[in-house]
Every structure is written in C-alpha cells, then in structure tokens.
C-alpha cells in the first residue's frame, strides 16, 4: 500500500497557514463534549494535555510515574532550538528547516520539518512567559548557544537542565488545568492496550500499578505520547522504565510502525563499567563545544593521556570533518568513534572510549568559565566515574539515546487508524533518519502545544463518531486479553528473570542492529530473538502476585513486548538496503566510511503492518519527495 | 566488598513495617547505589522471594523518583548527590547499611521502600504555575530578566521535587520545596501578576497536606541533592506575610 501523508498543497512557506484555515473547527460549546485520553506525560503529552483542556475539551491524563514530572523528557540537558536569529548569525525558519532536513539525511517530511520550524518560535515565547529560566544575557535578553549539528547558535538553554525546566513548565500548565478540575489525572497508571472499534480508536486498557486493577476508559480520540525505545537495548540513557508497550500494542491492533530501524547513538556518553550496569548516562553535547574529541595515534597506547604529547594524538574529528569538527552530528560523530575503537586506538579498560579533553578551553578561557558553562556536568561525570575531567580527559563512548523511529502518522499527526494521535518521540517525526541535537525538546513541544490541538479539533469536526461505552464488548474482550497476558506470564514458573532477558536481548540488540549492520548480522539477529522470546515464554521466573504493587511483573509485561518489537525492528533494517543517518548498513559506505545512501530504491518512509508474532510483517511505503531541499550527499566536512 | 543490608519491608500501607537483614557480597565500588539493590533484587526474584520495592527512574539525578533514607540520611550520606548518583566507592567493605524510606506524615509508605508523594502535585495544582494558555505568550525578548536574576530563578527551579527536605526536616515541613516554586516565580517579571495569590494558595495547600512548620533547623537545605538555600523559605515567608494584608487575600476569605 502506498501511505498518503496527506500534505497540503501549496508552497511549503503556505501550507500550514493553509492548512490551518481550512480545517474545520469545533466550536467552544461542543468542545466540552469530546473526551480525550493522552497517555504520557513527557514534554509532548504534558503540553498537548494542558493546550487541549484549555480549549475547552475534556482530558484524561495518564503516566505511569508517581507525578507527571518524572517524565524522562527531564532527563534532556542541553538545550532546544529555534529559528528566532537573536544572535544575527544569519538564522532563519528555511535555515532550520534545510539543516534538520539535512540532518536527517532526507528521510523525514519536508512539509512537517518545515512546519516544525515555523513553531520553534512560539514556543520559546510560550516557555518564556511560563517562567521557564532561560540563560541570559547581562542586559536581560535570551543567550544562545551552539549546538552539534549547526554552524550558528539558535539553542536556548537553561543551564545543562533544559529539559527539567521545559517539562516542569508544561507540568505546571498540567497541573493548573488538573487543579481547576479540567484535566482527570490517572498516576501509577500503564497502558496495556488500546481498544479499536469498527476501526477506530477509541480507548485503552490500563493495569493500576499500585493494585494490579485492570481497568477501561474510552475517548473520542487517543493521543499516545509514550516516548522512544531505545531500551530494546537494555543499556541506553533511557530511564529505567522507559519501553515500547503503549506503541507497540497499538502496533498490534492496526497502526502502522514507521522506520523502527532509524536509532539513534548518542557520542558522547558515560562508557559501561561492567556487568551490574543498569543504564548508561549522556554527557551533554554541548560539551562538545569546547572539549577536543581525541584517541592516541597509535593503537594499544596505554600510557595516561597527560603523557601523550600533542603529536601524538589524533584530533579525528577536526581532522575528518574540519567545517564542522567537534561539533559533527551525531550519527557521523558516534561512527567515528566507533572505527577508531575498532582500528585497537580506543582508550580506557575496555578499549572502547575515546577522550573529551578541556585543557585547551581550560587554558584558553580559564577554570573559571569553564565551570560555570559545564560545572553540574564535571560534577556529575566526577561522581559516577571517580575521575577529575578538569584534571584528566573524561573519557566517553556512544549509547542508544533517541528513536527516530515510531508510529506512523500523517501530517495530522494521526496514524492509520482514525482517532489514534501520535506526538513526540512517539511518531515517526520529523528528524528522518539522524536528530539533530536539541531539536527532541522542539518537536516534543511543536506537536504538543502548537500542531496536535487544531488538527485533532479537525478530525472530531469530520468525524462521526458513535457512542460508545467500557460496556461494549471490544473493551470486554481487550480486558480479558489482557488478564490473559498477566496470568499466563505469572504461571511460567522457569528459572530466568525478567531482567536476564532484557539483558540478553539488549546484547543480541548491541552486537547486530547498533551502530552497524550487515546483512548478515542482521540475518543472525532474525534468529536469536525468535529463540529468545520462546526461551522467555518458557522459563521466565515471577514472583508476587498479580492483584499487587509488583515491579517482577511490570517489568515482565514490558521485556514481553521488547521481544517482539526487537524482531520488527530487524526486519525494518534488513529491508532498508541502505545506509542513511543512524542506519548505517556497512555494505553501504563511501570509501571514507560515510553513509551511502540510495534514493533510487529508498527514498521512502517503510511503515510496518502487524501479521502476527514471529510473521514477517506487511511493509508499506510513502514515498518522500524533496522538492526545496534538494537530495545531496550530507557532507559536513 | 561485602555488605550487611538492613532493609525497611512493609507490605502495604495498612500493614506495619520492619527491617530486614540482607547479606550481599560481590558488591563493586563502581556501582550506584542502586544498581547494589539491583544485583539484590535479582537475587531474591532467583530465590523466589519478593523484590525490595523502591521508586527510581532516570538514574542520572534529575527526575527525583529516588527516595531512599541511607543510614538515617536522605539519599545518604553525599553532599548535593540523589541516591541514584551515589555509587558504592562512598562505602567500604564490611560496612552495614540501613536503608528505609523517605519518613513524614504527609508521605504514607506505599510498599516497602515506596512513599505516597503526591501531596507534592496537589500543592502544585493550588498554584506553583504562571496562568498563560498556549498561544497568549508576548514574543519572547519583549520579557527582560536581569541576569542575576534569572539565575537566582534557576537556582530555585532546580528542585526536582524529590522530597527530601520534607524527610530530613524533624517537623515532616515541605517549606524547602514550596519555597522554591515560590521564590523560581517571585524572580521573575512573568511571575508578578499572581505573585500574592500563589502564595497564598500554596502554603493553604501545603498545611492541608499535613506538612510541618518550619524551625530554622536547616535541616531540609543539609539533605537537598539540588542545594536549594533556605534563603527561599526567607522569601517565602515575607511573601505570606505581605500576601495575608493584602486585596489578594480579603478576595480568598470572600470567595470561601
């Protein structure tokens, strides 16, 4: 099937001001009668959640966190863009656009990414009037800051915690609307599965994690906002619970899965120290701004880095790419530094970390500047690993951070299943197949505040929608779907851990569908996760009770779904017989080691439709056409 | 290193709570400290016996889901450090470690490890926010905040709402935290206009919450991993005092 993304016409500069006058309203009385349930309450969920109570629609919100602040989007540290041109440097709403298309290595959009910058600047307005504390400058107005990726500064930022403040921002526009009795708030609350009638969405199960209840809304419309899977690899700078379920069971029933193959691999993050490690901690790129990426230029130097005179050492980055040098991309920047970690020059007990050194900045802007730009980062960095960075190098190594991948959605932001919106880290996005840095925040926030409350306004004005209620028998028999899926993991009775799994499809996950794939890793990986998961449904160990607060078993129903995914995933990379951002295919690479990719054969986005566990699923393209940006090698050199 | 863990189990919130002893060897300095209860919890799932219950999430510090008290300190005994970031170097082999819950009134024990935090939200909800609606906002240079300012915001806002200044407090006080929401407000030119009301409104809440006053132990700023200062509560309390003889609160005494 060819998807329709369902862009409007026009010139790209027109076409969301076009498209927003001709979609059709819903007047402020019949708001109030269209209820939606938003599940998630990250950056996307939480501002989508709070826009849409203020127009007047009734919302029920759902996390499984205590609060709604835990969202991992308050993990993001450096900064969000946009096309605002403070600093002069010759920014503009095209210049964002081109570079994210390019970023992206033209797999996304164009009208979405362009449509993406245009908001970047609303959003910086509504941050700021909801007291987020931006940097600034002496005078009072906005600083900015480069970002990985860019060759101006257009990234706000409030210290190495830009994240924390945006999500608290949009939590407190939460809260408010949950205070003035707009917003219905379900915490400690998961979505198991969402329930689809005569081929809409129309609500979701949920398990209460606190008591094990099992229990039914249903809505006009749904708004999945459930962030990323980059867990699949079991280490990631994920948190802990962060997982696929939400996505992927509606994957199950009929949405259709884009790109799940599009992952990416942060450069610069904390390298693992051994076997007990739970998770792997992001240094923020804005480091990369004045450390000096770095390995010895001979391999198997052991000697300390200090002792490593400066002919000795090889700067690759700024040798590689010497427009953009420490500040490439970071696809290209983790592939680097994976090659020179092959060629045996990597650095640290494993051999697999490459130094991020300050002693230029240090000496070049002194201690003092560099500890009020990075100092909660050294900080940090120092209590994890033990090491002083401003003494020695830090030492780091890329990690799985963001998924590019995600459910298929038009320009509306709703997937193939009417009633179903995706926003965030959720949707196959905007970022094609590489994000840039600090544009997570942006879109998070674009869908979130600005886009998704008037397109779904559009899909309840052109819909008729049936009254529906938990009594219909699709919500009775999801229900009991789910009963049965928690039962039947709580009778295995075998010899294996929840976590143990994870931790070993994590592996199967790293080694052959990471930073590179070959076919045959690929091929490999096609045949141990199936084993996997049939070893999982046979001798997986549980304890506690299923009617109780049990972590065994949430984590369980979420590795359950992992195992699946993981085969969707490779099968995803398998077929995209290409090398493009993230993907990289190592049959397909220029002889420098660059992405190749092939527009002949893969100018497409490859949305995926379930047929059944361990059946190869249906692929469905849409095709992507590149009329203002026109295809060229992404070079940054 | 070898550790002896006494460790708070509680079934639920109706049933009474007790320490347990734990043996674990094979600990490494490199791990967090949550990552030990990690190699613990695996353990115990092997042997069949329910895991230690405890909240966490990012690890990395900031989402605040941590709330573990470490030998009668919140989030143990590293200055300006989350549980999560603590890491088993601050320890030494042979030690004995007692690991119990975040304690106060206004935070009921959950299941072992796990605390009822939600008061947090409710004094949120009363009004730790700024009323603009998506799509009011000024373009955002027309808003000027001095530098010095600006950072004094930030320092505030830090807070990662994990509750710790409400354990260590030996009245159960969340002065620390609603402070903090106050005085990140109260720096800003965007927080004015409800600077009285919010005020106001969330010591209201925060006192219904069954949270303690406040007693100049200093306690709360000692445990904070964000090192909020009290000099927030110092704000706080002129506040309330200039927002309860104002037009503000005769308007909240009418509207009751």
Not at chain 1, 128 to 141: L, T
Not at chain 1, 383 to 395: A, H, L, V
Not at chain 2, 67 to 94: V, Y
Not at chain 2, 141 to 155: F, G, H, R, T, Y
Request: hydrophobic share 35%.
């Amino acid at each position: 099937m060819i998807l329709d993304g369902k862009v409007p016409s026009g010139h790209i500069t027109e076409k969301w001001d076009k498209h927003r006058f001709e979609m059709k309203l819903v007047s402020p009385a019949n708001k109030r009668k269209y209820k939606i349930l938003v599940v998630g309450t990250g950056l996307a969920g939480a501002s989508a959640a709070a826009s849409l109570a203020e127009l007047g629609y009734q919302v029920e919100v759902f996390t499984y966190h205590d609060s709604p602040r835990r969202a991992h989007s308050i993990a993001a540290q450096g900064g969000i863009n946009a096309a605002k041109n403070y600093p002069n440097d010759g920014d503009s709403i095209w210049r964002l656009f081109y570079d994210t298309v390019k970023g992206g290595d033209f797999r996304s959009r164009e009208a979405n990414v362009y449509r993406l910058a245009q908001v970047s600047n609303n959003i910086i307005d509504q941050c700021v009037a909801q007291g987020v504390p931006f940097a600034r400058e002496y005078s009072g107005y906005l600083a900015n800051r480069s970002f990985g990726g860019a060759q101006l500064s257009r990234t706000f930022y409030a210290r190495g915690q830009t994240g924390q403040q945006l999500l608290l921002g949009a939590y407190s526009a939460l809260m408010r609307q949950v205070g003035l009795k707009k917003i219905i708030l379900h915490t400690r609350t998961e979505m198991l599965d969402l329930v689809v009638i005569d081929g809409v969405a129309r609500g979701i199960v949920t398990r209460n994690l606190l008591n094990g209840k099992i229990e039914s809304f249903v809505g006009d419309a749904v708004v999945l906002a459930t962030g990323g899977y980059s867990n699949v690899f079991f280490l990631s700078t994920n948190a802990q619970a962060c997982n696929v379920t939400a996505t992927y069971r509606a994957y199950k029933r009929g949405a259709f899965f884009a790109n799940p193959c599009f992952t990416q691999i942060h450069p610069t993050c904390i390298p693992q120290s051994g076997e007990h490690q739970s998770k792997l901690t992001l240094m923020s790129e804005s480091l990369r701004n004045d450390g000096r990426v770095w390995v010895p230029k001979n391999p198997g130097d052991k000697r300390k880095p200090t002792d490593i005179p400066e002919d000795e050492r090889d700067y690759y980055l700024e040798r590689m790419y010497p427009s953009y040098g420490n500040l490439a991309p970071r696809d290209i920047a983790s592939r680097a530094a994976k090659r020179v970690c092959d060629e045996g020059r990597g650095v640290g007990p494993t051999g697999n970390a490459v130094y991020l050194d300050f002693s230029d900045a240090i000496k070049r802007l002194g201690k003092k500047v560099i500890e009020e730009r990075y100092g909660n980062l050294f900080e940090m960095y120092e209590r994890i690993t033990g090491d002083n960075p401003y003494e020695t190098p830090m030492m780091i190594y890329p990690a799985p951070h963001y998924t590019m991948g995600g459910l298929w959605v038009d320009y509306n932001l709703m997937s193939n299943l009417p009633g179903l919106h995706v926003i965030g880290e959720a949707n196959f996005s905007d970022h094609g197949a590489n994000r840039l840095g600090a544009s997570a925040l942006m879109q998070g926030l674009a869908d979130g505040y600005f886009i998704l409350p008037y397109t779904i306004g559009h899909y309840f004005a052109t819909t008729k929608l049936e009254k529906v209620t938990t009594d219909h028998p699709e919500f009775k028999k999801c229900e009991e779907e789910v009963k049965e899926r928690i039962k039947k993991l709580m009778s295995i009775n075998g010899k294996k851990t929840p976590t143990q799994f994870h931790r070993e499809l994590g592996k199967i996950m790293w080694d052959n569908v990471g930073m590179a794939r070959t076919e045959e890793s690929l091929k490999k990986a096609l045949e141990l996760v199936p084993k996997l998961r049939e070893e999982f449904w046979s001798n997986l160990t549980m304890v506690g009770e299923e009617g109780d607060l049990n972590i065994v078993l949430e984590k369980a129903l979420r590795v359950a779904d992992f195992l699946e995914f993981a085969e969707l995933m490779i099968w995803d990379a398998l077929e995209r017989d290409e090398s493009c951002g993230g993907h990289f295919r190592e049959e397909h690479q220029y002889p420098d080691g660059e992405a190749k990719r092939d527009d002949e054969r893969f100018c497409h986005v490859a949305a995926w439709e379930y047929t059944g566990v361990g059946n190869k699923p249906i692929r469905h393209i849409e095709p992507l056409t590149f009329e203002y940006v026109p295809l060229t090698v992404r070079s940054y050199k | 290193m070898k550790l002896t863990l006494h460790i708070w189990r509680q079934k639920n919130s109706s049933e009474k709570g007790h320490f347990e002893t734990y043996q674990l060897d094979n600990v490494i300095e490199d791990m967090s400290f949550l990552e030990m209860l990690d190699v613990l919890n695996e353990k115990l799932v092997l042997e069949g016996k329910e895991p230690i219950a405890f909240d966490h999430d990012c690890r990395e510090g900031i989402c605040g889901a941590c709330s573990l008290t470490i030998n009668g300190i919140p989030h143990g005994p590293e200055k300006a450090t989350t549980t999560c970031q603590l890491h088993m170097r601050k320890f030494k082999d042979g030690d004995e470690i007692w690991i119990e819950p975040f304690r106060a009134k206004a935070f009921p024990v959950i299941k072992d490890l796990i605390v009822d935090r939600s008061a947090f939200d409710r004094i949120i909800q009363a009004g730790g926010f700024i009323s603009v609606n998506t799509g009011q906002a000024p373009e955002a240079n027309s808003i000027l905040v001095p530098k010095q300012n600006a950072e004094k915001a930030m320092d505030a806002a830090q807070c990662i709402g994990c509750g710790a200044c409400v354990a260590a407090c030996p009245n159960g006080s969340a002065m620390l935290f609603v402070s903090a929401k106050v005085a990140h407000f109260a720096y800003l030119p965007q927080g004015q206009p409800e600077r009285k009301l919010r005020v106001l409104k969330m010591v209201e809440q925060m006192q219904k919450e069954g949270f303690g006053n406040c007693s100049n132990m200093y306690e709360c700023e000692a445990a904070c991993p964000k090192e909020i200062s009290v000099r927030n509560i110092a704000l706080m309390f002129r506040d309330y005092l200039k927002a309860s003889c104002s037009e503000e609160k005769l308007e909240l005494v009418e509207n009751e």
